[in-house]
């Protein structure tokens, strides 16, 4: 039989939990959603919703405190939930790219912009022919203002914007199918959030990758996003296509959401 149709990420039934010595936390309490390729997927909620851990349980980033307990995560029909280590790192950057919220912990104090990427560019071998034109490329691709500038700075010697661009280089290093973007904006002042959105949806366009873009505002997921999953305290409470949702909330949480939204140029 020929399976058609089949999604680029699959996640289904997913359960994450933290265990201390006070017990046991259900941080993601068994929510499921797909992404197809090229398409954006919002996942909006309120703050310790689970978005985060939802993110790190599909990179099999999770901390040590942290682990699955139920639930299949489907890459193209490839389960990662379960696989060694070694097979996460490869599909970590050359299959899925993160994006984190703070741009300075993703990035090495000590080494420049452009040697970071060019270690992510020689990780993933996607056969550039020079390492040095990648890494420019990336940065123009990234729209990094003076990229050979860039690359010779250290990340503190940069905006948070221009070090948000630098970690979405790093992220497209390997040229992935999915990149997942964790609040990539909350840390910025309002004019570079709308700039690095810009870039986001288009980067996604011009790869046609697909993108799970994370956020507690549904201002951005409005601009960005072609679905959405609404989630609070660990589940899925509503999802669907961002206009529907948007014009039909069903869910007295997303109305609540909505509610509490400015009203961009409506009325
Ligand atoms: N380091 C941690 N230790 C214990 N529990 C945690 C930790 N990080 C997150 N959690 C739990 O997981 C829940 C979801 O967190 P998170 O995914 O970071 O939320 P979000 O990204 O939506 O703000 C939190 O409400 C908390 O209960
Ligand atoms: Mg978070």
């Not at 309490?29 to 919002?42: K, P, Q």
């Not at 000590?110 to 992510?120: C, D, L, P």
């Amino acid at each position: 039989m020929i399976e058609r149709d089949t999604a680029l990420l699959e996640v289904r039934g997913l359960k994450t939990s933290f265990f201390s010595d006070a017990g046991r936390t259900k941080a993601v309490d068994g929510i499921s959603f797909f992404v197809d390729r090229g398409r954006t997927l919002g996942i909006v909620g309120e703050s310790g919703s689970g978005k985060t851990v939802t993110a790190l349980s599909i990179m099999g980033l999770l901390p040590d405190a942290a682990r699955v307990i139920a639930g299949s995560v489907l890459l193209d029909g490839e389960e990662l939930i379960g696989a060694p280590e070694s097979r996460m790192r490869r599909a970590r950057g050359s299959r899925i790219g993160m994006v984190f919220q703070d741009p300075l912990s993703s990035l090495n104090p000590v080494y420049t912009i452009g040697a970071q990427i060019a270690e992510a560019v020689r990780l993933h071998d996607v056969g550039a022919a020079s390492v040095d034109a990648e890494v420019e490329l990336l940065l123009r691709q990234v729209e990094m203002p003076d990229p050979r500038s860039a690359a010779r700075s250290y990340p503190h010697q940069l905006s948070g914007g221009m070090r948000q661009r630098a970690t979405m280089a790093i992220a497209l290093a390997g040229r992935p199918e999915l990149l997942i973007a964790d609040e990539p904006t909350t840390a910025l002042d309002v004019t570079v959030q709308a700039q690095i959105l810009d870039l986001l949806a288009r980067l996604q366009s011009q790869s046609k990758m697909a993108m799970i873009l994370i956020t507690h505002d549904l201002g951005v997921v409005a601009a960005v996003a072609d679905y959405v999953v609404v989630m609070r305290q660990g589940r899925v409470v509503e999802t669907g296509a961002v206009d529907a949702l948007f014009a039909h909330p069903t869910d007295e949480y997303t109305k609540q959401l909505l509610d509490a939204m400015p009203r961009l140029g409506v009325g």
